[in-house]
């Protein structure tokens, strides 16, 4: 009779590109202060594999020049079984291009590349990471952006 393994949940979680946007039970991460963690993450990410529960990542990733880095870094970062939440402007609306500090952009397509096997095929070689997607929108964060369509 064998024992049944257990691994005791990881429980850091990160908040990425947190300007002054802190959330509690989080380490929260940007490039300057004010921030628990100063960290440069167009550069390797300073945690361990595996050794993050949770990543939220609000309005940070259209920042990131390297769409492969970053989700390439985010899975390595990421504990089996954690969760990742993103929030980035979408090139279906002129949000995306209106901000001169938007340097990669993103749609709800740009997921595809991570989460599906046919879409990954064009990817292989640069990507080492592969998501499970539990849900994929665009939605507009308030009527002002809406009838404007940012």
Known sequence: MSAALHIAPVELRLNLGCSDSHRKGFLNVDLCAPADIVADLTQPWPWATSSVSEIAAWDIFEHLPSKLHTMNEAHRVLAHGGFFF?????????????????????NELSFRYYTNAQYQAYIQRQATCRFQSLRVRTYMPDSFCAANNI
């Open 86 to 106: 993103s929030s980035t402007p979408s090139t279906d609306g002129r949000g995306a291009f209106c901000d001169p500090t938007h340097v990669s952009f993103w």
